[in-house]
């Protein structure tokens, strides 16, 4: 029994990481990551410490004895804008075929 626990924990904890990496990859404000994750792990009787970043989260599974059941940290992927397709520096038809931005000293051509 106690095992089962200890797998509900882990699988509990690595499944908040991954709501609140998605909400915070999504855009979400920091009260509404904690407050979802949060409602989540009461839901199973835990209690959630969260700490977010502006790239990941970390959080804590305490049980009601206020025992250490989950420790975690998780970051956001990076998301590799290419800023010459989305300012128009590039024709149409290349914009298909273009690769991640890299840091250029060349000038980049505004089309308004």
Do not use: W
């Amino acid at each position: 029994m106690e095992q089962n626990k200890i797998t509900e924990t882990k699988e509990l904890g690595s499944l908040l990481l991954d709501v609140g990496v998605s909400l915070l990859s999504s855009g979400a404000s920091c009260s509404r990551i904690r407050i979802t994750m949060k409602r989540l792990a009461t839901t199973y009787h835990y209690e959630a410490h969260i700490s977010i970043a502006p790239k990941s989260i970390s959080l804590t599974l305490n049980d009601e004895e206020d025992n250490v059941l989950f420790n975690g940290m998780r970051s956001t992927p990076s998301q590799g804008v290419n800023f010459k397709i989305i300012s128009g520096g590039l024709p149409p038809n290349e914009k298909q075929n273009a690769e991640p931005a890299r840091l250029t000293k060349s000038k980049m051509i505004i089309r308004g």
